[in-house]
């Protein structure tokens, strides 16, 4: 009913930047949060950053002054840039967001497939 669809991943050298973008589309009647999820090998996937619906925004510690999260709204569209990335960011790195499809009205926590980042020089 709705799919997330990640792009923007890549190989980048420590100090670079990538923007990461995630595409919601579906039977979507509300979106109410679109965040950003990493999981780095043999770790649990942790969150990075969230942005709700009505502007609130929220960093973990690790990436504040350096990532960014920003949303399109008229386009379903969230978007992750990253900042003087460090090799502790190497990671796989998941759109989720809560949305309320046209259908149930009820949200539901849904996540794309995700995107590599890779730092390494």
């Known amino acids: 009913q709705v799919q997330l669809v990640e792009s923007g991943g890549g190989l980048v050298q420590p100090g670079g930047s990538l923007r990461l973008s995630c595409a919601a589309s579906?039977?979507?009647?509300?979106?109410?949060?679109m965040g950003w999820y990493s999981q780095a090998p043999g770790k649990q996937r942790e969150l990075v950053t969230t942005?709700?619906?009505?502007?609130?925004?929220y960093y973990t510690d690790s990436v504040k002054d350096r990532f960014t999260v920003s949303r399109d709204n008229a386009t379903n569209t969230a978007y992750l840039q990253m900042n003087s990335i460090k090799p502790e960011d190497t990671a796989v790195y998941y759109c989720?967001?809560?949305?309320?499809?046209?259908?149930?009205?009820?949200?539901?926590?849904?996540w794309g497939q995700g995107t590599q980042v890779t730092v390494s020089s």
């Open positions: 942005h709700s619906s009505g502007g609130n925004i």
């Open positions: 579906g039977s979507i009647f509300h979106i109410y949060d």
């Open positions: 989720n967001a809560g949305v309320a499809t046209i259908r149930t009205r009820a949200r539901h926590d849904y």
